[in-house]
């Protein structure tokens, strides 16, 4: 499935490497959908999602917590895994074929 979106990002990326030297940046992207609740909050959604190769190592320095970014990406998915205290849990994952920079959140000043 065809993935396209705009979020933010919850975390800033964490580029590896597998065993054979491939780069991998792994992101957290959310986003809000639907009405708000009673505590004036709309509820979000959550999709981890991973960049390979030469694109992983150039966007990862730029893919900082509370950026705004666009994705382009491929493979929508739920993986189930088991938590801490045995309970099963379940995760929306994507593969993506590029990531652009749309804003980056900036740190307010604090007036002293």
Same mark, same amino acid.
């Given at each position: 499935?065809?993935?396209?979106?705009?979020?933010?990002?919850?975390?800033?990326?964490?580029?590896?490497?597998?065993?054979?030297? /491939?780069?991998? #940046?792994?992101?957290?992207?959310?986003?809000? @959908?639907? $009405? %708000? *609740? +009673?505590?004036?909050?709309?509820?979000?959604?959550?999709?981890?999602?991973? /960049?390979?190769? #030469?694109?992983?190592?150039?966007?990862?320095? @730029?893919? $900082? %917590? *509370? +950026?705004?970014?666009?994705?382009?990406?491929?493979?929508?998915?739920?993986?189930?895994?088991?938590?801490?205290?045995?309970?099963?849990?379940?995760?929306?994952?994507?593969?993506?074929?590029?990531?652009?920079?749309?804003?980056?959140?900036?740190?307010?000043?604090?007036?002293?």
């Amino acid at each position: 499935m065809k993935v396209l979106g705009i979020g933010r990002l919850g975390k800033d990326a964490e580029l590896r490497r597998t065993t054979s030297g /491939l780069a991998v #940046a792994n992101i957290l992207l959310a986003w809000n @959908y639907g $009405k %708000k *609740g +009673t505590d004036g909050m709309k509820p979000s959604q959550w999709l981890e999602c991973s /960049l390979f190769g #030469a694109v992983a190592e150039k966007v990862t320095p @730029y893919l $900082k %917590k *509370g +950026t705004q970014v666009f994705i382009d990406g491929r493979d929508l998915h739920v993986e189930t895994f088991e938590k801490k205290d045995g309970s099963l849990g379940s995760k929306l994952c994507a593969t993506l074929d590029s990531v652009e920079v749309i804003h980056e959140r900036k740190k307010e000043e604090v007036p002293f």
